[in-house]
Nanobody
């Protein structure tokens, strides 16, 4: 079992920045990759970014490429999502998730076995 706790969400004006954190606990040695997804009101949950736990490989959705940066601190068992140049369309609940399987970084929800409860990000225009 892996437990995930997100933090760092809030209200920010368009063009501003936020940094989300996702702290993992439990069987963290079994983590292969972690990802951020988001879900806006009335929309499906969508992939945002992913990172391998040990190698630091990353992958981003086109909608956030160049604005968001995913990183990890293995010593703290924590993954971060630095979000810059935020837009109103970035408003959503942001979730972190864990993938235990080795292979290419995944963008589909089914690949991730553990999820946090989410943190709200609201970007005002």
């Amino acid at each position: 079992q892996v437990q995930l706790v997100e933090s760092g969400g809030g209200l920010v004006e368009a063009g501003g920045s936020l940094r989300l954190s996702c702290a993992a606990s439990g069987r963290t040695f079994s983590i292969y990759a972690m990802a951020w997804f988001r879900q806006a009101p009335g929309k499906e949950r969508e992939f945002v970014a992913a990172i391998t736990w040990s190698g630091g490989s990353t992958y981003y959705a086109d909608s956030v490429k160049g604005r968001f940066t995913i990183s990890r601190d293995n010593a703290k068992d924590t993954v971060y999502l630095q979000m810059n140049s935020l837009k109103p369309e970035d408003t959503a609940v942001y979730y972190c998730a864990v993938d235990h399987r080795w292979g290419p970084l995944q963008t589909v929800q089914l690949a991730y076995g553990y999820w946090g409860q989410g943190t709200q990000v609201t970007v005002s225009s």
